[in-house]
Each structure stands twice: as C-alpha cells, then as structure tokens.
C-alpha cells in the first residue's frame, strides 16, 4: 500500500483520508456479503458462473461507491486521474482484508497468511484501482469521462469474474490445468492494465500540478533527481 501510495507523486492526499477509505471498503464488503447470499441463489441455471458474476458485479459496485462518495465529500483533495485510481485502489485493500479475515475465521489455517489471501489482496487492489480511474476524469471536466468510467469498471468486473469463475472450478492437486494458465493470464493482463493505468494517471498529474517537477515514476522505489 506504501508502494501505491507513492504512485500519487505530485499531489498527495491526506493519509486519514486513505484511512477512512480503507476502512469503507472493509464495510462495503461486509454488507455486500449478505446481498449476495441473497443474489446468488436467484441464478440457479448460471451452475458456476452464478456466484463469480453475482460477486463480481456486486464487489466492484461497492468499491466504486466508496470512491465516488471519497469524490463527493472531498472535492478538494479529489481532483485528478491519479486519485480515482488510488482511492480506488485503498477502497478494493480495505474490502480484500475484510474479505480475508472472515474467511480465515472460519476456516482457520495453520500459516499466519496462507498464500491464496496475499492473491485476494493484491487482486481486490488491482482491480478496486482500475474500476476507480475513471472517477478522477470527472473534476477536470474531461469530456470522456464516462466512456472511460464504463470501460475501467466493466474491465474490473471481466478481471474479477474470470478469477473467481476459475477459482469455483474443480482443481487437480500438483498439476498444471487449463484454468491455472488461465488465472495466470488474468493476473498479468490486469497488472498490465494497472500498470498502464498509473502511468497515464501520473503524466496527467504532472502535468496539472507540477509541470516543472523532475520527479520520476520509473526507478526504486521512485527516483527525484
């Protein structure tokens, strides 16, 4: 999260307010949980798919209302691309802890943090970052915001679907299966698309605030000449 944060180089928001993002996310998803208790067995015939796009739909909505309510109230400190993106980003953090935490309550591992919950981690990140973009084009009233907020958030729900569709499905131990390559895939290819996304959010950023800056988002853990 440190690492994200630092994306945001020339107009950073204030820490309590990343807090309370995080911290709306982890609400969202508790109350998204019992609305898909309810929404999922209304798609029997979807078999599989039922859940993954029930969860996917419903997740992704709710990170994007936790950034368009961060836009609402601090219109302020809310005025670019980069900030879509990382309240965003805070938002799909918040929801995967808790999201974590209830799972590991009631299936308690041995491991502290058993591997497959650093994927939902990082994965409800990538994709609360990429469906939050758009957001951040509407203060500077950029004429193609809503094209790019429908495309951002439609491409998380795709991302967040394709995952949880595979992980529903029957794995066999200490083999390489089709649904492995495919998880895989949909891991680079939504890295990727964050990758791009923060690029194009820091040139913007620059741009607006500091023209001038020589600050560099290439480098470890960020290079200011």
Not at 13 to 36: D, H, I, N
Not at 50 to 71: F, I, R, S, T, W
Not at 203 to 214: C, D, G, I, V, Y
Request: hydrophobic share 50%; proline share 6%; with cysteine.
């Amino acid at each position: 999260m440190a690492l994200v944060y630092r994306y945001d180089m020339y107009d950073r928001g204030p820490w309590l307010l990343l807090a309370v993002t995080g911290g709306g996310g982890a609400v969202g998803m508790s109350l998204v949980g019992a609305l898909e208790a309810s929404a999922i067995p209304l798609l029997p015939s979807l078999g599989g798919a039922g859940p993954a796009l029930v969860g996917a739909v419903c997740e992704e909505a709710a990170k994007l209302l936790v950034v368009g309510a961060v836009a609402v109230s601090a219109r302020r400190v809310f005025n670019d691309p980069m900030d879509g993106l990382i309240y965003g980003s805070v938002a799909g953090l918040g929801m995967a802890v808790e999201e974590s935490v209830a799972v590991l309550a009631a299936n308690p591992s041995g491991s502290w943090l058993p591997p497959g919950e650093l994927v939902r981690l990082s994965g409800h990140l990538v994709m609360g970052g990429i469906g939050g973009f758009g957001l951040g084009l509407i203060p500077g009233g950029r004429s193609h915001w809503a094209s790019t907020l429908a495309c951002c958030w439609s491409a998380a729900v795709l991302l967040h679907f394709g995952w949880d569709w595979i992980s529903l499905q029957p794995h066999a131990v200490g083999s390489v299966s089709l649904e492995s390559v495919l998880a895989a895939a949909l891991m680079v290819s939504g890295l990727l698309l964050y990758g791009a996304l923060v690029a194009a959010a820091s040139a913007r950023s620059r741009h607006q605030f500091a023209p001038s800056s020589r600050a560099s988002l290439w480098g470890w853990p960020f290079r200011r000449p």
